[in-house]
């Protein structure tokens, strides 16, 4: 996983601290700096990977997020490079990329965009053979909504839901959002972790903007460096140190949910193998 310091996003959503930010133009460069030294790296370093961009606020609305993508999508060690976006922006771009290596982690925002806008552009996706995700923070008011997205996309196309931060789910209600999303009781509630087994480190990595390696998102502790080589020796089999692990990107690698069985094949663009 890989996030550099942009965090603005062209959208306003309620529940999110980036919502309609700014960031000055010296941020904005230093992120386009810091994401072409990253691509620069990955070009170099011929290792078997699959890399998924986390942007605090949205990515591809920056013309420098959807050219590294188009570049490392025709990297022939890159399994698979992903972004998570709200898929505000055009999708005219994806047409230079190699599409069976590019993949969309895509979430509708039902107070920002129109169902109709909204599955317009996942029809040009599924016309173009890109893979995607769709998904929906689990807010009460936004159910009629989820049901009526998963209801309007094609079969193939998983529809995932987010519990959201703060609600508490009652057993009918989390009933009626497993009956969208078959995996939702995942998300319900957070994964106790500490000191349970966790690929995060050993084999999956969180990258930052200046090249700091981290196990994952929600440990703040480097275990070295991109750039000076030193991430090598820091991965090996390790435990969880945190009480718990509540957010899609930690959890799948948390070893005793097997959850990387569930995802094989989607790991990093968060589609199930199977889903009925
Ligand atoms: S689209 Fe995503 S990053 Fe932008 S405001 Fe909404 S939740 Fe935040
Ligand atoms: S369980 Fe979550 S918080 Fe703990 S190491 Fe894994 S990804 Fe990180």
Request: aromatic letters at 10%; a positive charge.
């Amino acid at each position: 996983m890989y996030r550099g310091p942009l965090a603005s996003c062209n959208y306003d959503c309620a529940y999110c601290p980036f919502a309609k930010r700014r960031d000055p133009p010296a941020l904005l460069r230093a992120d386009r700096a810091a994401l072409s030294r990253f691509v620069d790296w990955v070009e170099e370093n011929r290792i078997p990977m699959r890399i998924l961009f986390t942007p605090w606020g949205e990515g591809l609305t920056r013309r420098w997020y959807r050219d590294a993508i188009v570049r490392m999508s025709h990297l022939p060690h890159l399994d698979r490079v992903a972004i998570q976006t709200n898929l505000a922006a055009r999708v005219g771009w994806l047409a230079a990329a190699d599409r069976t290596r590019v993949a969309l982690w895509t979430t509708f925002h039902p107070t920002q965009i129109s169902m109709e806008r909204f599955l317009a552009r996942c029809g040009e996706l599924s016309d173009s053979g890109v893979r995607y995700s769709v998904g929906v923070v689990g807010l009460p008011a936004q159910l009629a909504d989820a049901r009526a997205l998963r209801a309007a996309l094609p079969k193939d196309v998983y529809v995932w839901i987010n519990a959201a931060d703060g609600h508490t789910y009652s057993p009918a209600e989390e009933r009626e959002w497993t009956a969208i999303d078959p995996l939702f009781g995942h998300s319900v509630r957070p994964h106790i972790s500490l000191g349970r087994p966790c690929f995060a480190g050993e084999d999956a990595i969180s990258v930052r903007g200046d090249g700091t390696v981290r196990r994952c998102h929600f440990i703040d502790e480097p275990i070295g460096n991109l750039y000076d080589g030193s991430w090598r020796a820091g991965l090996k089999p390790r435990t969880c140190v945190n009480a718990t692990c509540d957010c899609h990107i930690g959890y799948v690698h948390l070893k005793p949910l097997g959850l990387r069985d569930v995802f094989a094949g989607g790991l990093i663009e968060r589609i199930p193998a199977a889903f009925p």
